[in-house]
Antibody, heavy 121, light 108 residues
Framework: QVHLVQSGAEVKKPGASVKVSCRAS????????FSWVRQAPGQGLEWVGW????????DYAQKFQGRVTMTTDTSTSTAYMELRSLRYDDTAVYYC??????????????WGQGTLVTVSS | EIVLTQSPGTLSLSPGERVTLSCRAS???????LVWYQQKPGQAPRLLIHGASSRATGVPDRFSGSGSGTDFTLSISRLEPEDFAVYYCQQYGSSPPTFGGGTKVEIK
């Protein structure tokens, strides 16, 4: 069965960077992509961006352009999301979601368990 | 980007009642790309409906989705205790994918 297992909670200072991982199992990694979705405390869901597990192509939400980098490591079936220049309002749970391989077609059946990123001085 | 507006923000209901949730899109897109999620505290969202009206695998048949164009609805025929949660609609027919603000269904 499909599993997406994310790295543990992080506490970062404003201006720092965070890198969250999402290890996939139970399917052919290169046949799908990943979206990253975040949720601030008590708030709704927000799409951060997408990466192809096939060729590493990316598509970032305009809001995060220049601050986010998504990568994959096919040898370990792991996707990564790095967010730089962290601000207090980046505090959120970040989820990886299995997505399509050629472009985002987000209709998430498989989600990671979420990673809480807290930005605090 | 397509803005999805959900209403109402909160519903207070009793088990056994029928509930209808609304999701309105700022522009028309294919209903094939409208989905609904259920989210409980501390959990990741769970896909309920895809293609506006198709239940995801394992979803009870008391959940149903309908709609087209800009107006979509999620219905629950008889609320079970485990259905009290927040429900989100989301579209992916136009990039970027966007989510509605959610409707909280709480116990009255």
């Amino acid at each position: 069965q499909v599993h997406l297992v994310q790295s543990g909670a992080e506490v970062k200072k404003p201006g720092a960077s965070v890198k969250v991982s999402c290890r996939a199992s139970g399917y052919t990694f290169t046949s799908y992509g990943f979206s990253w979705v975040r949720q601030a405390p008590g708030q709704g869901l927000e799409w951060v961006g997408w990466i192809s597990g096939y060729n590493g192509n990316t598509d970032y939400a305009q809001k995060f352009q220049g601050r986010v980098t998504m990568t994959t490591d096919t040898s370990t079936s792991t996707a990564y999301m790095e967010l730089r220049s962290l601000r207090y309002d980046d505090t959120a749970v970040y989820y990886c979601v299995r997505d399509c391989s050629t472009k985002t077609c987000l209709h998430g059946y498989y989600w990671g368990q979420g990673t809480l990123v807290t930005v605090s001085s | 980007e397509i803005v999805l507006t959900q209403s109402p923000g909160t519903l207070s209901l009793s088990p056994g009642e029928r509930v209808t949730l609304s999701c309105r899109a700022s522009q028309s897109g294919s209903s094939s790309y409208l989905v609904w999620y259920q989210q409980k505290p501390g959990q990741a969202p769970r896909l309920l409906i895809h293609g506006a009206s198709s239940r995801a695998t394992g979803v009870p048949d008391r959940f149903s989705g309908s709609g087209s164009g800009t107006d979509f609805t999620l219905s629950i025929s008889r609320l079970e205790p485990e259905d009290f949660a927040v429900y989100y609609c989301q579209q992916y027919g136009s990039s970027p994918p966007t989510f509605g603000g959610g409707t909280k269904v709480e116990i009255k």
